[in-house]
C-alpha cells in the first residue's frame, strides 16, 4: 500500500461547478497536509496548508483534514477555466520536512 | 514571499557533457532544498535532500556520482548532472524549506526541462 493514495484519473468540470478532490494516507504519523497545484510545464504552487484535523478556507477553495479517516479533501468552488492545472496533496510528520506526494489530479474546468 | 528561482528554465546538451542547474531562494533562508525529477503526467520523484554546508542525502537508486548536488550558502544550491545521457532527459525541479521549523512546508522552483539530444 502506498503512503498516500490519490486517484489521478482527469476530472472535467463546467465552469462555476465544484471541484472536489480528495488523498487517502496510510502513515498516523502525519500531521502537516499540503495541496499543490501544478500548471502544466511549472513548478507546484502551495496552495493550501493545513495542520492537523479540520477545515481551512481561502476564497474560492477550502482544505479539509480528518486524520481519523486519514482523508483529505479539496474544493474548489465557482471553479474558473485558470483553475485548469494537475493537483498534488502531499503531506509530512511532524519534524520531518520530507513530503509524501499523491499521483496528482488533473482537473480541467471546461469554459 | 517564499520565491524560488531555477535558472535556466530549459537546457539542451548533447550526451556525455555535464549541465549545472541552479536553484536559489530569493526572499528567504533555506536550511534544506530538495532535488526532485518529474517525468510527464507523473508525480514528483524526490532524488536526494540537501543541508547548507553538508553533503547530500540521495534516495535510493540515485546515483550519486552523476547527480552532484552542492548546498553552498542558505539561498543557492546547485544540480550537475555529469556525463549526460538521453534517458537523463526529464523535468528537474527544486525545492526550499524555511527555518527548522519542521512543518513540510516545501516552496518549489519553476523546474528546468533538460533535453539530452
Known amino acids: 500500500q502506498k503512503e498516500v493514495e490519490q486517484d489521478p484519473g482527469p476530472l472535467s468540470v463546467p465552469e462555476g461547478a465544484i471541484v472536489s478532490l480528495n488523498c487517502t494516507y496510510s502513515n498516523s504519523a502525519f500531521q502537516y497536509f499540503m495541496w499543490y497545484r501544478q500548471y502544466s510545464r511549472k513548478g507546484p504552487e502551495l496552495l493550501m496548508y493545513t495542520y492537523s484535523s479540520g477545515n481551512k478556507e481561502d476564497g474560492r477553495f477550502t482544505a479539509q483534514v480528518d486524520k481519523s479517516s486519514k482523508y483529505i479533501s479539496l474544493f474548489i468552488r465557482d471553479s474558473q477555466p485558470s483553475d485548469s492545472a494537475t493537483y498534488l496533496c502531499a503531506m509530512s510528520a511532524r519534524g520531518n520536512n520530507r513530503l509524501a506526494f499523491g499521483k496528482g489530479n488533473q482537473v480541467v474546468v471546461i469554459p | 514571499g517564499a520565491v524560488v528561482s531555477q535558472h535556466p528554465s530549459w537546457v539542451i546538451c548533447k550526451s556525455g557533457t555535464s549541465v549545472k542547474i541552479e536553484c536559489r531562494s530569493l526572499d528567504f533562508q533555506a536550511t534544506t532544498m530538495f532535488w526532485y525529477r518529474q517525468f510527464p503526467k507523473q508525480s514528483l520523484m524526490l532524488m536526494a535532500t540537501?543541508?547548507?554546508?553538508?553533503?547530500?542525502?540521495?534516495e535510493q537508486g540515485v546515483e550519486k556520482d552523476k547527480f552532484l548536488i552542492n548546498h553552498a550558502s542558505l539561498t543557492l544550491s546547485t544540480l550537475t548532472v555529469t556525463s549526460a545521457h538521453p534517458e537523463d532527459s526529464s523535468f528537474y525541479i527544486c525545492s526550499a524549506t524555511r527555518g527548522t521549523s519542521g512543518r513540510g512546508e516545501q516552496y518549489f522552483g519553476p523546474g528546468t526541462r533538460l533535453t539530452v539530444t
Open positions: 540537501s543541508n547548507e554546508g553538508s553533503k547530500a542525502t540521495y
